[in-house]
């Protein structure tokens, strides 16, 4: 938000307008009049739960302040708890902030209950601490369909490095996942988008006084 080199406009609102979605954003960090941070949107109703820092790492003074956005999304009457984050570049720094992640505050939380979605910049290849101890709690999409690999995402020139994830509760089917390798991917980001299709847990609804379940595709 605020940005000079993309006109200072707020681009968290300005994409939400163009595809006429509700938006959440949360500034990690404030440099003079520019926010940087992280944004969920929404084509369902959603309600913003939690939003605030992530733990740093003392040790090393001005590293960049890293956070999370937790928002509730119903989904045809289903409730996912969904949380976007974007995690520090040091190993020590991002187990600290994924422990916080787990912890009580946030996926440990009472109302965070499944179905339930963590997605974002982590920072961290398969092959990291961080990575393997979110795997221990969640499922890697990416790992549910393609076999054991992982996308890579960047750079956006010459993917080599798989930093981005999203993970899900074991209630949440993968249909589909990959990596957006498009022209227009490689100029709005140096990261590429990962993409999922994931089909909600079987809920009970009424309907002509039967009981019958109803599962939900959502993207």
């Known amino acids: 938000m605020g940005r000079a080199r993309s006109g200072q406009v707020d681009q968290a609102q300005t994409i939400a307008r163009h595809l006429e979605m509700d938006v959440h954003f949360f500034p990690a960090l404030k440099v003079l009049d520019?926010?940087?941070g992280d944004a969920v949107l929404s084509r369902w109703p959603m309600r913003l739960k939690k939003a605030e820092g992530l733990p740093g790492y003392g040790r090393i003074r001005g590293l960049e302040p890293r956070g999370a956005l937790w928002a509730e999304v119903d989904v045809a009457e289903t409730r996912v708890?969904?949380?976007n984050t974007h995690l520090g570049i040091l190993g020590a720094?991002?187990?600290k902030q994924v422990a916080a992640l787990l912890?009580?505050?946030w996926l440990g939380h009472a109302d965070c209950t499944p179905p339930a979605v963590l997605v974002g910049d982590f920072n961290?290849?398969?092959?990291?601490r961080s990575y393997a101890a979110l795997r221990r709690r969640l499922r890697d999409v990416q790992r549910s369909e393609t076999g054991g690999r992982n996308n890579a995402t960047f750079?956006?020139?010459y993917p080599t490095l798989?930093?981005?994830h999203i993970f899900v509760s074991a209630d949440i089917e993968v249909i589909d996942s990959f990596a957006v390798r498009s022209a227009l991917a490689r100029v709005a980001s140096d990261h590429l988008p990962l993409m999922a299709e994931l089909?909600?847990?079987r809920r009970q609804v009424e309907s002509r006084g039967d009981r019958h379940a109803q599962q939900i595709e959502v993207q």
Do not use: K, N, V, W
């Open 93 to 95: 720094e991002r187990r």
């Open 34 to 36: 520019e926010l940087y």
């Open 81 to 83: 708890q969904f949380i």
């Open 162 to 164: 798989a930093l981005d």
């Open 103 to 105: 912890g009580p505050d």
């Open 124 to 128: 961290a290849t398969p092959q990291s």
């Open 155 to 157: 750079p956006t020139r």
């Open 199 to 201: 089909r909600l847990p």
